[in-house]
């Protein structure tokens, strides 16, 4: 007979927290991983391991049972982000203090929505997102909300930009929705910014048209002056740029638009300024890299992904405004949850969301932080940036590889003297479903690419050797 649902309750009691403790030894004993980055399981065997396991049966199975299956059929056959040959996207190894504490996250299931349900942990958000406005060198009204990731941040962002446009010309945009004015809203960004900026303007009924790409300068950088001349465009058009939106860290070449120069612009047209920072936000507590970060300070609101470079489980994501004050512009007071009639010091944390319930994030990211430290973390950071460096230079060297750009964030992209984009594509997925190799492939102003994305700081250049002869070899048979 299988274990009572009783006793599956977890309860901070001596039998309940006895019970957890062996469940977890349970399951960590359970936890399989194939030889390379992934198994070499075909796409189509995957499905039909997985699919023959039935998800809800009439009486249930033991959590032993189950726990083995996961660990036979599921994380056996996942990708080993840990694995020196997984360097295909901004997926990281994670941090021992940060996985320790999700169990015990878990346990405590706080809800981020309201105070009641969350009195310690919405502080612990609180203080996380007053130093991490610090570290920006935002002022002391700088402060943030936790999200679910860079696409959910950037959403946030803009929605709070258009609310501002909107409050502006008088228009709650949130009671009435957009104006008639919205149909000439522009949202400003490189054409190297990551598509969940269209996807907003989407979502917000502005429309993916909306987003005015400018053209990047060679290093893969919002050109200034192709901004002025667009700015110049919509004043000519009677449209209005309700936002601009530089990039910290594009997702190919990890690339950093000029920050100081794009928030003159956004202050001479009054438009929001906001940073995706998901990608390079990690260079903040480098002292080696914060300086590439310039500007930063001034953006009205910033993307941040604990879940890249700082070495997070996902989801940890944080969208940090200047002015607290801004979230006003998101409020809805319910009945039940944000009244608007709370004791003094209570946040009501849905107020700055665009969830409802989620869980508490930010206790893993702080947990990693006071374990590290700044410089520990840092030397991380730093450590993955040269790795890339140390590929480029190898490339560079090679007779068969080309780079298309120096590096300046973790990634580094490349191609092969006389292979066609269909060549590079088999290489790629050759190496992925024999589990060699997790490799990136992309496009380069319209160039076929592979990628490397270095996110795992115990690689060594012995790794980037072996991992750049499996390519050229895998060139020279195909």
């Known amino acids: 007979m299988n274990q009572p649902w009783e006793e599956l309750i977890v309860a901070l009691d001596g039998k309940g927290l006895e019970r957890l403790q062996q469940a977890a030894v349970s399951a960590l004993s359970s936890l399989k991983r194939p030889t390379g980055p992934r198994s070499n399981i075909t796409p189509t065997e995957l499905h039909e391991l997985i699919w023959s396991t039935p998800i809800c049966t009439e009486d249930g199975n033991s959590l032993e049972q189950v726990l083995t299956e996961f660990g036979e059929n599921v994380w056996s056959n996942s990708v080993v982000?840990?694995?020196?040959?997984?360097?295909?996207?901004?997926?990281p190894p994670t941090l021992l203090p940060s996985i320790v504490t999700e169990l015990t996250v878990a346990v405590m299931n706080q809800s981020m929505d309201s105070w009641d349900q969350a009195p310690a942990a919405t502080e612990v958000e609180l203080h996380l997102m007053a130093w991490l406005a610090s570290l920006m060198g935002m002022p002391l009204s700088g402060s943030g909300v936790m999200t679910s990731g860079g696409t959910a941040s950037n959403l946030l962002g803009l929605t709070l930009a258009r609310s501002f446009a909107g409050s502006q010309l008088g228009v709650d945009v949130l009671k009435r929705g957009n104006p008639e004015q919205?149909?000439?809203?522009?949202?400003?960004?490189?054409?190297?910014?990551?598509?969940?900026?269209?996807r907003a303007a989407a979502q917000l009924g502005l429309g993916r048209d909306a987003v005015v790409t400018i053209p990047t300068s060679a290093s893969g950088a919002m050109?200034?002056?192709?901004?002025?001349?667009?700015?110049?465009?919509?004043?000519?058009?009677?449209?209005?740029?309700?936002?601009?939106?530089?990039?910290?860290?594009?997702?190919?070449?990890?690339?950093?638009d000029p920050l100081d120069e794009i928030a003159e612009r956004a202050r001479s047209i009054n438009a929001w300024f906001h940073v995706d920072a998901a990608v390079a936000g990690a260079y903040l507590i480098s002292d080696q890299l914060k300086p590439m970060l310039k500007g930063i300070e001034n953006a009205d609101s910033v993307t941040i992904d604990f879940h890249k470079l700082w070495f997070q489980p996902f989801n940890a994501s944080a969208l940090v405004v200047k002015d607290v004050e801004r979230f006003d512009l998101l409020r809805v007071k319910s009945n039940y949850l944000d009244r608007g009639d709370e004791i003094e010091g209570m946040t009501n944390l849905v107020g700055r969301s665009l969830d409802t319930s989620r869980r508490f994030d930010?206790?893993?990211?702080?947990?990693?932080?006071?374990?590290?430290?700044?410089?520990?973390?840092?030397?991380?950071?730093?450590?993955?940036?040269?790795?890339?460096?140390?590929?480029?230079?190898?490339?560079?060297?090679?007779?068969?590889?080309?780079?298309?750009?120096?590096?300046?964030?973790?990634?580094?992209?490349?191609?092969?003297e006389g292979f066609t984009s269909d060549d590079l594509r088999r290489v790629q997925q050759s190496l992925l479903m024999r589990g060699e190799m997790v490799l990136g492939r992309t496009e380069i102003k319209g160039e076929a690419a592979l990628k490397f994305t270095f996110m795992n700081p115990l690689a060594t250049e012995e790794d980037i050797d072996r991992l750049i002869g499996l390519v050229i070899n895998e060139l020279q048979a195909s």
């Open 81 to 91: 982000p840990f694995d020196p040959g997984c360097v295909a996207h901004l997926h």
């Open 182 to 198: 919205a149909k000439h809203w522009r949202i400003l960004c490189s054409d190297q910014a990551h598509f969940s900026i269209q």
């Open 223 to 256: 050109d200034i002056a192709a901004l002025d001349r667009r700015i110049s465009e919509l004043e000519a058009q009677s449209a209005t740029g309700i936002a601009i939106v530089g990039t910290a860290g594009t997702t190919d070449l990890g690339v950093i």
């Open 362 to 416: 930010a206790a893993k990211v702080v947990a990693a932080l006071r374990v590290l430290g700044r410089v520990s973390l840092g030397e991380m950071v730093e450590r993955v940036v040269s790795l890339s460096s140390y590929a480029a230079a190898k490339i560079e060297a090679s007779a068969q590889l080309v780079l298309l750009a120096k590096p300046t964030g973790a990634m580094c992209v490349f191609c092969a």
